[in-house]
Every structure is written in C-alpha cells, then in structure tokens.
C-alpha cells in the first residue's frame, strides 16, 4: 500500500468518493453509502479518517497524524482500509459537482475512477438505427454521458430497433460476429421498452440464439403470418411516450458507458425491460444455444440420436408425492427455474387454476404443442389443450407443469434432428412399421372421413401405410436389440412434415432429471395407456380398491374434498398383464342434473404411488367441472361424454361387484433403490411377451433437462386404434372375457381425456 500511493505524481489518498464520514468521538466512523452504511472501529481511526478528504499524499498523511502513530500504523490502517474497499487514490480533477459525482458513480462500481473515464471518453461507439428509430436522441444521450460516437467502426455498437425479431438483425449479428465487434440492443418503441442483452462474438449467445426463443413465444403471430404468406414480425401499432423514449436510450447509454468501462456482470447477459403500464421492470434471461446454426453446432441434435443409450444406476433420491426421481422437486425446480418467462422462457409462466379447491394442486404451463391443430380451432378447450402438472403439493405439481413443458418442447420438431430418407421396405430390418405402434384396424380406414369430421382430432385416424412411400425416418436406440431402429419422423417429432399416413403424440414422452428417470416415466405412461385401453374399449368390469387400505391421510382428504362438492370417488384396478399396478380414479356428482363423471389414471410398480397418481390426474382436470360447465368450450368427444354419460347406462366405471375388493397389498411391491432397476423389471416382463423396448433421447442441449420418448409397438394407446392384438387378446387371458370382441362389440366412446 505504501509503495502503491508513494508513486510519482503524489497521488492523494482518500475515502472512494461514493461515501460520506461521520465520527461519532468514543464509538466508530460511519461511512454513508447510497445502499447502506459501513462501521469502522479502532483506537487511532477515528484521528485518521479525519485526513482522509483526499486532499493529502500518503508524506502528508504521515506528516499530519496525531502523535503516537507511526509510519508502521498508518501503513497497516490504509492496507486495511484498501482491502476492504473504502479508500482509492486521487488523481487531478476540474473539481465541479457533475464531474465529481461522474467519479462516484465509478467508484461505487468499484472500478478505478480514472481509468473508466479514460475508457469511455477513448472507446468509439457506433449507431445503427433500423424499423423506424431514430439515431440521433441515442447518440445525444451517449454523449451526455462522455461517451465518443462515431459513425464509423466502433469498439462497441448500439443498435436500436422496433422488434427484437426484426429481419435486418441477422445481418447485423453476423457482420458484427465476423469482425469480433460486441454489440447492444435496445427496443426504445412501444408501452414496453427494452435494453440488452450485449452480444459478445466467441463468447455467449448470439443474437440467433435469442431470436430462437422469442419466435417460439410469439407462435400465434408466427400462424397468422404463414396463413397471410408474410415473412418476419407483424407490424404493431406505434406506441410510446417521449419520455418512456428517452428512459430506453438513457439505460442503453448507461450500460454502453459500463461495459466500455470495463464492468462485467451476468445481467449484461439478460434483457432489461420496462412495462410502463404496470411500472413492473424484469430481467430476461439470454442464453447459448449449443446447437445454435449461428455461433454453435446445429448438428449435435442428430448426432446424439445416433449415440447408444445407455442406463446407469441411478438411485433414488426422492420416493415421496407421486414418483420415484433422482432429484427432488425443489432441485429440479431450483436448476431449471430459468426456463420459465415470457420472453426468452421456455416456458412462457406457471400459474396454479384457482377453479376449484386449493387442494387440487393444478397448476398451468401453457398450450400443448402436442395437441396444437390448424387455424382458430385449435384454441378450442379440451382437457388436453393445455399443458400442466399435477401432484400430492403445490411444488409437485409447479415442477410437474415445467417438466411437462419443456418435453413438448423437446419434442417439436425443429429441423435439426436426425433424419434418413427411404421407404419402410428399403430400410429393410431397421425399419419398425408404423401399424405396430399406430394400431389403425383396416376398417377404420373405410369410414375415415366420416369418424374424423365427428370426433375430435385426437381421435383422428390416419390414411393406410404405403410400404413403398418415401419420407423422413428417424433413429431410436432398442435396449433389446442393443442397436439403432427407425421410426417415420413424424410420429416421433410434433409437428414434423410426414405424409397423412402418420401422425405424432405425446405417449411415452417424458422429462426427468436424468435419462433414466424420464425413461422411467416414459415406459410407466406406455403401461398404463395399455391398461386403460384394453379396460375401456372392451368395457369389462374390473375390481375396485379399497381406499382406507393405503392408511394415506392424502387419499383420506381427497375423498372428503370431493364430497364438499357434491361427488363421489372411487378406484378401479385396471392392471392388464405385464405386472404393473395401474390405476383409474373416478369422480361422479352425484347432486347435479348432469354426472360430470371424470377419470384420472396411474401407473406405477409401487401400488401406492399408482393409487395417489391416479388421482392427483383426476384431482388435476377437476377444475373443468368446479363450476359451471360450458359444454360449448369443448371438442365433441368431451362435450358429448359431459352431456350423455350416466353410470348406471355404462356399469363397467363403477367397481366390479362381482370381484371382491382390493386393498393396497394385493399386487405386492419390492423396492429398489436405483431407478434402473425398476426399468429393467419392466423390460424384462415385455421382452418375455415379443416386445422390444426403443428410446430416442429428445433432450435440447440447450435446456438440458432430459426428455426421452420410449416406444414399446405393441402396447396399445388409449385413444380409439382398434388393430387386432392386444386390445382384443388380453381380456381373454385375464380372464375378463371367454372371447376376444369382435371390433363392432368395442366401446365406441372414445376415452375423452
């Protein structure tokens, strides 16, 4: 320190500029800061920081302190004094108010007050002004604030825009990347202004990068543009104020004068926006995308399609609510956090439904890109229209939301998966036909058009497979074969281009904290959409459960909350053949004109856990019949079961009365410990009956929470496929039925859910 302030020139030495002494004699010295006030404590300190006006060198600190302080003292009280912050030299200044408050700003950024005006008075800065800005009021204020504009080349550009989407900013970014130039956006248009992020070639994101997520948080404006044949942003209205204006390039100057400054922090990485309306200011997290065709690799996700998947042990460290996981939901929740927000967010909020009890934990996460159809008609109700989550919390069901979010959107095709052309017979054995996993019968072909236009378009039923028709194929690791097989791309990606042949759903798509807990999930759907199929369209009575046999306090309320609102609940075993307990929960008014009947299914090796996830699903779709029910709001399917359905004219809802009750114990259950485990028994029950188990790993490397789709052909979906197979053979096994139905003997109410 001595050495440091002894240099020639005589720097003075003082308190940073930004802080203000008061001595209280006998107590302390306070230093007063816009964010708070320091204490400092000592027998000579108080004597000291009455020198310390910067008005002296460290000679004239040592010539003025009081008797008994030596040189060794003072020197030990200014090394302490500069570690913790407080004090800093003094060069030669003009002295004015503006000039000295420009030197406290630098100082309370901890930054050397002269070296950041040189920065900034050095560093050139360049403007570009596109959609309807003007350059002029941005390069005023960058002036105001000392900064140099140029209207060449610069070390730091500003661009101002209308729209962050703007078709001109590809340009721009890509010009700028090419010579290493950072750059600033900043939207000075419209009730809401924003600034930032900074872009910084070879380091972070690019501007591609954020106009990923933005566009996919405008997809209804991105519709409408398709279906007007127009290209880039829709244009808006022009908005403003002058002083809202002026507030945008005002913080755009400020954080050009930081970062030519030298200060660096992560929400230089965000964007800054102002709602004028509400006064609400946030940040907006912008991040690299790996795979990003700008400034990443675009060919890792087809890459990674092509790797092995293997499972690892994986043990589980939660086992409570209504799963088995590797990481528990405050984790999960805590590590993909950021993956929520309207702008950049994956997931544009999370909100809980308030129809309805409190208890019922449904929570929102947007529109389900799954069940995304064509036009205006795709904003239509259905209990499907909408992503959420559901759970035994609030925090289950908030983390169940994001999870099943961000494995729709995953799952949306994006252009940059794995894909080879052919046909299924010139795959030759790699291929997996469609029909194993489809399960279309051949008469559903004949009146195709007739059951599509009345029945809703989960329902919807295909043309025939041509063997022989060219399309897009992509690669699923088998954990039977222990080699790669393919499936057309357009049943494995939402919204992929495919002939009409094939179509895309969300069975078996899963998100976990890890890939084999997301396969875990996956594989348990498949089961239970199996179960449930085979129960529901060949409509066979099935033993009921005993809920006061699970000793749950949970379970105990649910019951009791469902009574305050006039209904009855009850449990049904619908466990088909491959081992896995599989529940359907179901809830009737039973003090309405009409039943309102809902259903709510489990899956799950632990019967407990299928038991409560049962009816976590049915508490999580109650919400549509809390109150009043617009039937009007509904696709046809749903609207036609609220409107029709009675238990007394469908008897196979209501627990077999000729089987004796099941409690909790029937089914038996072993834990295991690692996740992996519970997947191999599920394998192995499969590989024993002819069926092979695939997994396509969906997870974007850019959020980074695993997301797998499994595919078991053969299992059966729950929506209306009626294929010969399982559908028909098992109830016979099971002993529900002395013969298989005969495919006009099926249930022709499609399961609505």
């Not at 004028?276 to 087809?302: F, K, N």
């Not at 856990?609 to 699903?617: D, G, S, V």
């Not at 089987?659 to 029950?685: F, K, M, N, Q």
Request: aromatic content about 6%; charged content about 25%; some cysteine.
């Amino acid at each position: 320190m001595r050495s440091e302030l002894a240099e020639p020139g005589e720097q003075r030495i003082g308190f940073k500029r930004h802080l203000r002494p008061q001595v209280v004699q006998g107590e302390a010295v306070y230093l007063f800061a816009e964010a708070g006030v320091t204490a400092i404590q000592g027998s000579h300190v108080e004597s000291l920081a009455l020198l310390l006006d910067g008005t002296r060198d460290l000679a004239g600190l040592l010539r003025d302190a009081p008797a008994g302080l030596t040189a060794d003292e003072v020197g030990r009280m200014l090394a302490r004094l500069t570690a913790a912050g407080l004090i800093g030299r003094r060069g030669e200044e003009d002295g004015s108010a503006g000039t000295e408050a420009s030197l406290a700003y630098w100082d309370a950024a901890g930054l050397d007050p002269a070296e950041a005006v040189a920065a900034t008075t050095a560093s050139p800065v360049s403007i570009v002004a596109i959609g309807g800005t003007d350059r002029d009021p941005l390069a005023e204020a960058l002036r105001r604030n000392g900064l140099t504009v140029t209207s060449g080349s610069g070390d730091l550009t500003i661009v101002a825009c209308a729209d962050y989407l703007a078709p001109e900013l590809r340009d721009i970014d890509a010009a700028h990347r090419s010579t290493g130039t950072p750059w600033l956006l900043v939207k000075p248009i419209g009730a809401q202004v924003c600034v930032g992020p900074f872009f910084t070639p070879g380091d972070g994101p690019c501007w591609r990068c954020l106009a990923t997520r933005l566009s996919a948080n405008r997809s209804a404006e991105a519709h409408v543009r398709a279906r007007c044949g127009q290209r880039g942003p829709a244009p808006r209205a022009a908005i403003g104020l002058p002083s809202l204006t002026a507030t945008a390039l005002e913080i755009a100057s400020v954080e050009a004068a930081k970062w030519l400054a030298g200060l660096r922090h992560n929400t230089q990485r965000a964007i800054w926006s102002y709602d004028s309306l509400t006064m609400r200011v946030a940040h907006h997290d912008v991040r690299a995308r790996p795979q990003c065709p700008g400034c990443g690799d675009p060919g890792i996700v087809a890459s990674r399609a092509f790797e092995r998947v293997d499972l690892t042990s994986r043990l589980k460290r939660s086992c409570d609510g209504g799963g088995h996981r590797s990481s528990s939901p405050q984790e999960v929740l805590d590590t993909y956090r950021h993956l929520v927000g309207p702008v950049t967010g994956i997931v544009r909020e999370i909100r809980r439904n308030n129809t309805g009890p409190a208890f019922f934990n449904s929570f929102w996460s947007g529109a389900n890109i799954a069940a995304a159809g064509d036009g205006i008609e795709a904003l239509r109700s259905s209990l499907r229209a909408d992503t959420g989550g559901k759970g035994v919390t609030p925090l289950d069901a908030e983390v169940g939301a994001l999870c099943e979010a961000v494995e729709r959107r995953s799952g949306a095709f994006c252009g940059d998966e794995a894909r080879v052309s052919g046909s299924y017979r010139s795959l030759g054995d790699l291929a997996i036909h469609p029909d194993t996993v489809q399960h279309y019968h051949p008469r559903q072909y004949e009146n195709r058009d007739v059951w599509n236009a009345s029945h809703s378009r989960f329902q919807h039923v295909t043309t025939p497979f041509d063997d022989d028709e060219v399309m897009d194929w992509t690669p699923l690791w088998s954990l039977t074969e222990r080699r790669h097989k393919f499936l057309p791309t357009g049943m494995l990606y939402f919204g992929a281009p495919c002939p009409p042949s094939v179509t895309s759903n969300s069975n078996g798509c899963a998100a976990g904290s890890s890939l084999e807990d997301a396969v875990l999930q996956g594989l348990l759907e498949l089961v239970e959409r199996d179960a449930v199929a085979i129960w529901w369209y060949n409509r066979t009575p099935v033993p009921g459960v005993n809920l006061d046999s699970f000793h749950d306090r949970w379970i105990d309320d649910c019951r009791e909350v469902h009574a305050s609102l006039g209904r009855e609940v009850w449990l049904l075993d619908v466990t088909a053949d491959l081992g896995v307990p599989v529940m359907v929960a179901v809830s009737r008014r039973v003090d309405g004109p009409r039943e309102d009947i809902m259903l709510g299914c489990g899956a799950h090796l632990d019967p407990r856990l299928a038991a409560r996830r049962a009816l976590t699903e049915l508490n999580q779709c109650m919400p549509m019949v809390c109150e009043p029910v617009d039937l009007g709001a509904f696709d046809i399917d749903t609207r036609t079961w609220f409107e029709r359905t009675r238990l007394s004219e469908q008897p196979w809802l209501a627990p077999d009365p000729a089987e004796p009750v099941r409690d909790a114990s029937h089914h038996g259950y072993t834990h295991h410990p690692d996740l992996a485990d519970d997947i191999r028994v599920i394998e192995a029950t499969l590989e024993e009956r002819g069926m092979e188990l695939l997994v396509l790993d969906q997870t974007r490397p850019d959020i980074g929470l695993a997301v797998v789709r499994v595919v078991v052909p053969g299992l059966r979906h729950f929506w209306s496929r009626f294929a010969q197979g399982r559908l028909y053979d098992v109830p016979v096994q099971l002993g529900r039925l002395p013969r298989p139905r005969h495919y006009d003997e099926l249930n022709p109410i499609p399961l609505f859910m």
